[in-house]
Each structure stands twice: as C-alpha cells, then as structure tokens.
C-alpha cells in the first residue's frame, strides 16, 4: 500500500510507493564511466598560470597548497556590484547578486572526496569551517551555500573533484522554510527536531546507514528521492561555525563513509550533497541542527509532471530497504 510520510521538519509530504520485491534495474545496469578531464585542460593544476591566484584560503599554505578555496573565475555572485543600486522594475523586485562564489579543491586529480585519506578529508572541513568564520561577519552575507555536483548528470561539468562555496545576500526559501519548520517542533515541544530524529533512529536502527562517535548517516523516513541519506551530528550543533574539530571530523569521515557505500551498493550514482546550516544574520537559530545532505541523481524514478506541479515526490524506495542495501544487507 502506498504511504502519504511527512517530514517533521518541513511539514513536507512526500508518497512512498514501493515495489518491496523489486529490485531496481539500475543496480544491475553496467555504470557509464566518467570521462576525466586530462591534466593538461585541467584549470586547477597551475592555479598562476590558469589565473585562480591567489587562493582565499589554502593549506598548509600558498605555495605549497594540498587543498585551496580559489575565486570561481565564471561566478554567480560578484562583489563588484553596487549594493544600493535600484533595480526594481515596476512590480518586480530586483536586486544586486552581491556574494563570493569559491571552489574548495585538493592537489590530487583523481580523487574524489571518499577517495582522499582521512586526514586530507578532515582538513577540507576545517578549511570551509574557517570560510564560514569569514563570512560570518560580512555586512553583505546573509547565508553561505556549499554544494558538491559529482558527475555529469548531477551538474558536474569539471572531471577535477572540487567543491563549490557561494555566499548570498538572501536567505534561500528552502532554507527559510526548513528554519521555520524546525521553529515550529521547537515551539511546541521544546526540544530539536533532528535531536529528536537522531535519538529515535539510534533506538530502532533500521534506517541507520553507518555511525561513527561524533555522527550518524540516516535514510530519511520521508526521503524525497532514492537512497537519500543525511548525515548529523549526534550532539546538538545548529551550525557549522561552532562545532568543535573532533565532531567536524567525523561528519567528514561519515560523509566519505556513504559515498563509498554508494558506489559499492548502489552502482556509483552521479550525486549532489550540500551542507544545510544557519544563516549568518546573527538571529538566535538555537532550534537548528546543521547537517549534510546527500542526494544521488534519481535514476529510479525521476520526477514528472505531479512532482513539479504539486512539489510532491514520489519515492518507489523505502528508507528502510536503502538503509539496508547501504550497510550491505541483501535486500532483494
């Protein structure tokens, strides 16, 4: 029977509707290799010659760079606009795109992030913790978006794995809506919605993918779209920007953890993951409880007309069975 799961934080909907015998094709599809870009077109090999000097931030240091935040030479948001200008056209509003639009790569070529060594990994999230410090303080910030696009289906246009950083002057809707969703539990149970995920999931462990001492990996009970997995904190942190090293490494190290599980299980889906955390306007977001979420290209059931037109999707995958095709159970 098919299931209308809402999500406790966003009061979204989404319906689950399994075919708990089938075993997906795709798994058993032969993966389509990604095509590398060559060294020699690479654009962040020589970061001089290729004009992304000098770096934002690098360590250990600039010349001598394992992994670099460098200015997008083709960015979104510029910092050259004018932020007083009045662009409002009749009824529509308008404004500048005033932010910093950056990519956070490492030395290596070849290596995507669950390929790196742990300590390589680690040192990525200090450094963006360190550009979310930055930006923290700036007048013209209002929420700091960090994404990864892997792969040519999920928006990957470098073979180069790099990840992509922009500041924005607004508070993306998604954003604001999950912040006043989480508001909401606050408000009516005094407690964290996602420490209450966190505690419920630990207890029942089906819907666990892997954990380590500072981190969970959950499939989300409403998950929007196959094999989704988000990864928290096991102890309550609304962002980013104040979470002590040791827990910030381990929500790196889980991250490598489920890509990995993705390709051994899933047949190495082309995927996003992105960092949900707090803006940056100094409100009080105590409620809040950053995380990452990862979100494989859907190949099992794209979305079609309903999902755009009702903003409803429809997942042919339970939780429970990705979480378990994941930890390398055989499900089907």
């Known amino acids: 029977m098919s299931e209308l799961r809402q999500d406790i934080v966003s009061g979204d909907w989404i319906i689950l509707a399994t075919g708990r015998a089938s075993r997906p094709k795709f798994l058993d599809e032969k993966k389509k290799v990604r095509k590398k870009t060559p060294k020699s077109k690479c654009p962040f090999e020589d970061l001089k010659t290729d004009g992304n000097w000098p770096p934002i931030l690098s360590y250990p240091d600039p010349e001598h760079w394992e992994i670099a935040l460098i200015p997008n030479k083709y960015p979104a948001v510029v910092r050259t606009a004018d932020p007083e200008a009045k662009l409002d056209r009749g009824i529509y509003h308008t404004r500048p795109a005033i932010g910093t639009h950056a990519i956070l790569i490492g030395r290596d070529h070849v290596k995507a992030f669950p390929d790196l060594s742990r300590r390589t990994a680690a040192k990525m999230f200090e450094v963006l913790q360190s550009f979310y410090l930055m930006m923290e303080h700036n007048k013209d910030t209002a929420y700091v978006s960090s994404f990864c696009n892997w792969g040519p289906g999920a928006g990957a246009s ?140 859907n190949v099992v059931s794209p979305p079609g007309g309903f999902e755009i037109s009702t903003a409803v999707n429809i997942n042919v995958i339970d939780p429970d069975h990705a979480a378990a095709v994941l930890r390398g159970e055989k499900v089907w």
């Open 158 to 297: 470098i073979g180069h794995p790099h990840y992509q950083v922009l500041t924005l002057p607004i508070v993306p809707p998604n954003v604001m809506h999950s912040l006043a969703g989480a508001a909401a539990y606050h408000r009516k149970h005094r407690r964290c919605a996602r420490c209450d995920i966190v505690k419920m999931e630990r207890a029942k462990k089906v819907r666990v993918v892997d954990e380590n001492a500072g981190a969970i990996a959950i499939a989300p009970y409403a998950s929007k779209r196959s094999f989704e997995v988000n990864i928290l904190p096991k102890k309550h942190w609304p962002s980013l920007r104040d979470m002590p090293l040791p827990a910030l490494h381990d929500m790196a190290a889980l991250l490598q953890s489920v890509m990995l599980r993705l390709r051994k299980h899933v047949n190495d889906p082309d995927l996003n993951f992105y960092i949900h955390d707090t803006p940056t306007t100094h409100e009080h977001y105590g409620y809040h409880h950053w995380h990452i979420e990862v979100v494989p290209v």
